[in-house]
């Protein structure tokens, strides 16, 4: 029995004018996606997405599995084709397919969702008739329409009939590609992999910066960053990490500035570093990690001394955030484990013991002018590694 996969998109069917360029986005991603599995067709009609394979040793299971982190999917589910677009063949094919699912069930009902309209039958005379099928199939079943153990799905479509159970919830949110490029500082911690994923699922493409300062941070701990990108690039798809030597710049600031105000110059820092790469890789915006209230660097006070080094937009999704919200996705999206390796980054480095939690900014300016930072920034510039992140699937 032939199956394929039929995904319905989500928020892009609220928009105007402009829909086809995400649908087109949509179908661009997924072939991207899939392309190393072998030979796919994809095409959209009707808000359902369908993903035919060409080749026979196709993994479909793989292939849901892929689908389940693509952006712009609000559900998924694997289907039958039936032989021909006419009732006998839903009626032969229904109970065939999901003879597995409906001999565990106690209940069923069916939806019949009749797309292409010069189908003779009306849903409800579909839903009757399979309904009709399959209870004398499965004797032991019973109808129930409002709560049952397995909805049986027949639709027909331009294209075919297809049948399938409960479709599984997809990634949501909108196409990667159809909301912008921005940079997201990255560091080894549990709150930057979340808030790039919460970027992507806003149609973001992202490049990455990653600030490195050996010895006191490792290659291991750089490995590290590599491998939480790979998990993130699961949804956003594949981005180039920027790595900036930062330890001439962390020296610095331990010997000229007051140390209560280490933490707030290292970041501004970061931020104008962060912001000449992206401006050079075509970004629109930062992105951070930050919570608010969660370190003495994250207060309103230390948020607004660190944007007034910038001067493009900063995101940071995950401001109004607790800790176990932002753990709860980082499980979600299998980074939780990566972060709490035991490898420094070098955010951690020389913390100050009484960070300033209220800092004035003229006072902020006034130390930092005086490590006379400005050629250290062009020396870190002109010496960015690039590393090219693809997807861990």
């Known amino acids: ?103 565990s069930a106690k209940t069923f009902k069916v939806e019949a969702k009749r797309s292409d309209k010069k189908f003779p039958f009306k849903s409800p005379e579909i839903c009757r008739e399979t309904g009709g099928k399959i209870l004398q199939a499965f004797p032991h079943l019973k109808v129930d329409v409002h709560n049952p153990d397995l909805v049986v799905n027949v639709e027909i479509r331009d294209f075919g009939a297809y049948i399938h159970g409960k479709a599984l919830r997809g ?34 493409r992202l490049t990455a910066i990653h600030f490195a300062s050996p010895p006191y941070t490792s290659e291991r701990a750089e490995q590290k960053v590599v491998k939480l990108l790979k998990k993130v690039a699961r949804y956003s798809g594949n981005m180039n990490m920027y790595t900036v030597p930062f330890t001439e710049i962390q020296e610095t600031i331990r010997k000229k500035c007051p140390e209560d105000y280490f933490t707030i110059i290292m970041r501004r820092l970061m931020m104008k570093i962060s912001e000449r790469i992206a401006r050079d890789k075509k970004c629109q915006a930062l992105i951070t990690g930050e919570s608010l209230g969660q370190v003495a660097s994250q207060t309103i006070g230390a948020i607004a001394c660190t944007d007034a080094a910038a001067n493009m937009p900063v995101f940071r999704p995950l401001i109004g955030m607790d800790k176990q919200e932002i753990i709860d996705i980082s499980y979600k999206i299998d980074t939780f484990e990566t972060s709490i390796e035991p490898y420094e980054d070098c955010c951690t480095v020389f913390t100050p013991k009484h960070p300033r939690t209220k800092p004035v900014l003229e006072r902020i300016e006034d130390a930092e002018a005086k490590g006379e930072f400005d050629e250290m920034i062009e020396r870190a510039l002109q010496n960015l590694k690039l590393t090219f992140i693809n997807r861990e699937d």
């Open 1 to 103: 029995m032939k199956e394929i996969v039929l995904a319905k998109v989500g928020e892009i069917v609220l928009k105007g004018l402009n829909r086809r360029q995400f649908e087109d986005q949509l179908l661009k991603n997924i072939r991207n996606c899939l392309k190393s599995l072998g030979s796919v067709e994809v095409k959209a009609a009707q808000s359902t997405i369908s993903i035919v394979p060409q080749d026979e040793f196709i993994d479909l299971d793989e292939v849901c599995e892929r689908i389940s982190r693509i952006f712009g999917i609000a559900t998924y589910s694997r289907a039958a084709v039936c032989d021909e677009k006419s009732l006998e063949s839903v009626l032969k094919t229904a109970p065939e397919y999901l003879a597995e699912q409906l001999e």
């Open 171 to 204: 990634a949501g949110g909108i196409p990667v590609g159809t909301g912008g490029n921005a940079a997201i500082l990255i560091s080894g911690g549990i709150d930057s992999p979340v808030a790039a994923y919460m970027m992507a699922k806003r149609g973001i």
